[in-house]
C-alpha cells in the first residue's frame, strides 16, 4: 500500500523561504512522477512542479520558476519542495503526489498549508 505524508508548511513573510518534504511509504518506480499541487478552498487544484522518478528530470508552472524547486532522496523514498522568495499568492494548502505520469496521479499526500504575510 503506497502512503505519501507531506509536512513542512507553516507561516512566512513574504520573501522568506519554506521547505516541503513528502515521504513516500511503498515502491517507487523510475518511471513514476512526483508532483506538487497546491489548492486554496473552493478553488481548482493547481500544478506547482513534478519530477521524475528515475531521471529527476523536472517542470514547473510559471508562476513558480525560478523560484520553487522540486528534488528526491531516492534513499529516503522522499521528495522536496524548496520555495524561496515567496509571495502572499504563494499561500494554499500543498499536496505532494505519485503517478505513472504527467497528469496522472494516483495517490496524493494529505496537505500541508503555507501561508505567505505581505
Known amino acids: 500500500q503506497v502512503q505519501l505524508v507531506d509536512s513542512g508548511g507553516g507561516l512566512v513573510q513574504a520573501g522568506g523561504s519554506l521547505r516541503l518534504s513528502c515521504v513516500v511509504t511503498?515502491?517507487?518506480?523510475?518511471?513514476?512522477?512526483m508532483g506538487w499541487f497546491r489548492q486554496a478552498p473552493g478553488k481548482e487544484r493547481q500544478f506547482v512542479a513534478a519530477?521524475?522518478?528515475?531521471?529527476?528530470?523536472?517542470v514547473y508552472a510559471d508562476p513558480v520558476k525560478g523560484r520553487f524547486t522540486i528534488s528526491r532522496d531516492k534513499s529516503a523514498n522522499t521528495v522536496y519542495l524548496q520555495m524561496n522568495n515567496l509571495k502572499p499568492e504563494d499561500s494554499d494548502i500543498y499536496h505532494c503526489?505519485?503517478?505513472?505520469?504527467?497528469?496522472?496521479?494516483?495517490?496524493w499526500g494529505q496537505g500541508t498549508q503555507v501561508t505567505v504575510s505581505s
Open positions: 503526489s505519485l503517478g505513472r505520469g504527467i497528469g496522472e496521479y494516483d495517490y
Open positions: 519530477t521524475r522518478w528515475g531521471a529527476g528530470n523536472s
Open positions: 511503498g515502491r517507487i518506480y523510475s518511471s513514476n512522477v
